[in-house]
């Protein structure tokens, strides 16, 4: 028999190229839809975990535009931290083997510098990276087995048919199109990773012990040099003429998203550097 495994958010960027790569043996793909399965409704997620009863869930529905979330905080609450905490309750109850994804956004008000560690105190600023973190919190302490998994900015080619979301790749071919100007920061630091890297090491992740790990791609530069790189990877035409550096946001303090992954890579999964993915995937 099958084991049976559930994605939710299986329509979104990331869902949806989990559930493609997942629809093969030895996997019988789970994919309801919202009406089949409401996050925001606890009765909903028990009736269909206990129904279905899969083996593995990996939780991916989220509202995940940051700025969505903080002009509608409460909204962020009920799905970001309820609906993960109500996905656990029932993952406990019967038993299945919970992946969830969590954000580099629970680092955004950290003041190191470098790529930080899973077990740095945490204060994030804004509310998805608030949410993000008690999620965490709150998943962790109903079902200690679940795994929690911190994703950086992730993107695919722009020509892929399947969704997309406002990536990097997305961002620069439009600006230059349209010739428009990017204006990227000089005091931001995060990594960004091909989604499909993210995809491909999910099996692995399945194995892992209990826990939060940090899981995607570091970054060294600044996001202005990484913007100007990534342009010229792509292959557009005299970037520093349209993509500009903006010196004035997070001038105050330093955003450091970057992660260190060292943990996951003790089992075995890694991600390449920000600019090695991105040659890797251009390719």
Not at 90 to 107: E, H, I, N, P, W
Not at 152 to 165: G, S
Not at 258 to 268: P, R
């Amino acid at each position: 028999m099958k084991k049976k495994l559930l994605i939710t958010g299986s329509s979104g960027f990331l869902g949806s190229r989990l559930a493609s790569y997942f629809s093969r043996d030895p996997y019988h793909l789970l994919q309801p839809t919202h009406d089949e399965l409401d996050v925001s409704c606890e009765e909903s997620i028990q009736a269909y975990i206990e129904e279905h009863r899969p083996a593995v869930v990996i939780h991916c529905a989220a509202l995940s535009n940051t700025w969505y979330c903080e002009q509608h905080p409460e909204e962020s609450y009920q799905v970001n931290v309820q609906g993960t905490e109500r996905i656990a309750k029932a993952c406990k109850l019967t038993g299945a083997r919970l992946v969830f994804m969590s954000s580099d956004q629970v680092y955004n008000g950290t003041l190191r510098r470098g790529p930080i560690k899973e077990n740095a105190i945490l204060q994030p600023v804004n509310f998805y990276g608030r949410h993000k973190l008690e999620a965490e919190q709150r998943t962790q302490g109903i079902f200690p087995d679940s795994i929690g998994l911190r994703l950086t900015w992730m993107y695919d080619l722009p020509e892929c048919h399947m969704k997309q979301n406002s990536n990097i790749l997305v961002n620069l071919l439009k600006a230059y199109n349209e010739r428009s100007v990017i204006h990227a920061a000089t005091h931001e630091f995060r990594g960004v990773t091909y989604v499909w890297e993210v995809v491909r090491n999910m099996e692995k992740v399945l194995s892992l012990p209990g826990g939060i790990y940090n899981y995607g791609s570091n970054n060294s530069f600044n996001s202005y040099e990484l913007h100007l790189r990534i342009a010229k990877i792509m292959g557009l035409q005299d970037p520093s003429r349209w993509i500009l550096p903006d010196e004035e946001r997070f001038s105050n303090q330093v955003r450091n998203l970057t992660m260190d992954c060292s943990l996951i890579g003790n089992f075995g999964i890694h991600f390449k550097e920000s600019i090695e993915g991105v040659k890797e995937a251009l390719s």
